[in-house]
């Protein structure tokens, strides 16, 4: 499926999609931050972290990726 690149320069492979691996197949959810304005317009993406969120999945949401917080109508802690 491709991967991505890690700040300290290694490849990280991608697992799966939103599409083929519901939240139900994973342990925990990280969305790393960078630019969100593909992910938070998109409703696979919203759908997914949602249903982790109702699922009780622990989710990180790194850097910017604090931001869906807001675009997903979802509590914060603190």
Do not use: C, N, W
Request: charged fraction near 15%; aromatic fraction near 6%; proline fraction near 9%.
């Amino acid at each position: 499926m491709g991967e991505v690149i890690a700040d300290d320069g290694s490849p990280l492979p991608i697992a799966g999609t939103f599409a083929g691996s519901p939240s139900l197949t994973v342990d925990a959810v990280v969305v790393p931050g960078g630019d969100l304005s593909a992910l938070s317009q998109s409703g696979d993406a919203r759908y997914y972290l949602l249903e982790a969120y109702k699922h009780l999945k622990p989710i990180l949401l790194a850097g910017d990726a604090r931001q869906l917080t807001s675009v997903l109508h979802v509590p914060t802690p603190g």
